[in-house]
């Protein structure tokens, strides 16, 4: 396996760098190409002449008596040691800690520890000569080869089976996939950092990086031009492209050693000029990209403010021919009012008048009635008095005294009874009076009221007039909020869609950088 990883690192390496020198010669282009780990000694060391696997197949091909592990040892170290100096920079001894019966061989991607018990068994063919021969006989002789009648050995069948496949590899494109172990537990969602370098240093994956960061970077003459044609002040696009090629040179003042043109079709620059080229071109960008904001904005401030000002002419307009028809209703409402407030005011007053002179009248014949009906109790008294008079006239001998004091007593009582009627019909007329009093102060506080009610519901109406006004200026904001939201949305979706031409044109960088690694 380790011997099939040497071979195939090999063609690696020669793929990727002859494949570059193969391309500066073709456009006699003379850069310095970056120097790789060569292993050739290593694949020497297993597949010459005198190599392991040689030397192997001669152990194997002796009989088992004359053969045995510790002799093909032997006859590594004596091929490949002379004591403790090497002969071979890639072929050492193992170490005294080490077991004794193995040997050491330095491969790409370190040391290995190989052991040499039942190696000679191992390599073998697991088929017996004479099950090989009894196989030749039989009906199925024609699946079987046909070049001898000794069993082929493994080592042999496996450099059949390498030499067809890398003579397959050599004839296609080739795709490089290398298989990382993320962790020696075997769990998911784990990755362990040292295992995982190990491996990339060990597959080629670090070193090969590290030469391509120093090796110079091909690019076509079409697609530098359109990644790179906007630095140039003076590019003529009818003139050859390498003559545009060189024009950006000079104008960018790159020296011919980061940078050189191709006869034929490619450019070939260094890495910190592509990335100089790329951090300029970034900055135009942001610079173009900045001015046209900058005017796009403008030009949309403009428009708001144009619609804003045609908006609030209308606006205004309105409000004052809004305002002029409500004066005109306003005053029309006040004379009307008026002139209904007057009719009703004296309307009011005629039938309060007419009411006073009704109650009047009432107790005028009220107390009329009253004084008559005192009279006849008067009168009635007096004809008692009289009836009593005679009969004290009657019985007048001997009682005259008795008869002149109850006359006194008769008529302080008539006098009585006539001065409590002049009391009472005194008092009738008083009571009249504050009636009358107490009617007419009723009648100025109904006015009044009536006065405030009418002040409440002006001012009522004035409130509902400043709440409409009020509303109105509520709806104008919310207006205004949604235009003001529909802009912000507006300027949203232009900055997305920015963003995205910028996203874009970052991946699109992302892409180029991609395609120029893996050139």
């Not at 068994?121 to 196989?135: A, D, F, G, V």
């Not at 362990?192 to 994956?205: K, P, T």
Request: glycine share 2%; hydrophobic share 35%.
């Amino acid at each position: 396996i380790n011997y099939a990883n040497e071979k195939i690192q090999s063609f690696y390496n020669r793929r990727m760098f002859d494949e570059l020198q193969m391309r500066c010669s073709d456009e006699g282009v003379s850069i310095e190409i970056p120097r790789f780990d060569d292993n050739s000694s290593c694949i020497e060391l297993i597949e010459s002449k005198r190599g392991i696997l040689r030397l192997l197949e001669d152990e194997c091909s002796l009989g088992e008596l004359q053969t045995s592990d510790d002799k093909f040892l032997e006859s590594l170290n004596s091929v490949y040691m002379l004591g403790r100096q090497k002969l071979n920079p890639n072929y050492d001894k193992p170490k005294p800690k080490q077991a004794r019966n193995a040997f050491v061989i330095s491969h790409y991607a370190g040391q290995v520890l190989y052991t040499v018990a039942d190696i000679i068994q191992k390599n073998r063919s697991p088929i017996k000569n004479e099950m090989m021969t009894t196989l030749r006989n039989s009906a199925i002789a024609k699946l079987l080869p046909t070049h001898n009648d000794q069993a082929p050995l493994v080592s042999q069948i496996f450099k059949q089976d390498l030499s067809r496949l890398l003579d397959t590899v050599h004839a296609t494109d080739t795709l490089w996939v290398r298989c990382i172990k993320p962790n020696s537990r075997k769990m998911p969602k784990l990755f362990e950092g040292s295992l995982v370098r190990s491996q990339l240093h060990c597959n080629g994956v670090i070193p090969t990086i590290r030469l391509l960061q120093t090796a110079p970077k091909i690019q076509k003459f079409e697609f530098f031009l359109r990644k790179y044609g906007c630095l140039s002040k003076t590019q003529n696009r009818s003139e050859p492209l390498s003559s545009q090629c060189a024009q950006l040179q000079r104008e960018l003042q790159i020296s011919r050693n980061d940078f050189q043109i191709g006869a034929v079709a490619h450019v070939f620059t260094t890495t910190d000029i592509l990335r100089h080229l790329d951090s300029s071109v970034a900055a135009l960008k942001a610079a173009a990209t900045s001015t046209l904001q900058k005017v796009f904005r403008g030009m949309v401030s403009r428009n708001y403010l144009f619609e804003l000002l045609i908006k609030r002419e209308a606006r205004n307009a309105k409000i004052k021919r809004e305002q002029a028809r409500k004066q005109r209703e306003q005053q029309l409402l006040i004379i009307d009012e008026k002139r209904r407030g007057s009719e009703l005011v004296a309307s009011a007053k005629r039938t309060q008048i007419f009411e006073m002179v009704n109650r009047t009248v009432l107790l005028t014949n009220q107390i009329e009635e009253d004084r008559q009906k005192y009279a006849r109790k008067a009168h009635k008294h007096f004809d008692l008095f009289t009836v009593h008079v005679h009969k004290v006239e009657a019985l007048r001998v001997g009682k005259e005294q008795e008869y002149e004091r109850q006359l006194k007593l008769k008529q302080y009582e008539e006098e009585c009874i006539l001065k409590k009627h002049d009391a009472d019909h005194q008092q009738i007329m008083d009571t009249l009076k504050k009636r009358a009093q107490t009617q007419e102060r009723q009648f100025l506080m109904r006015e009044e009221k009536k006065r405030k009610m009418e002040a409440e519901k002006a001012a009522i109406k004035e409130e509902k007039e400043r709440l409409a006004k009020v509303e109105a200026y509520k709806k104008e904001l919310k207006r205004k909020e949604s235009q003001a939201k529909a802009i912000v949305q507006r300027k949203e979706r232009n900055t997305r869609k920015l963003q995205e031409v910028e996203l874009k044109l970052h991946q699109q960088k992302k892409r180029i950088a991609t395609e120029n690694r893996i050139r």
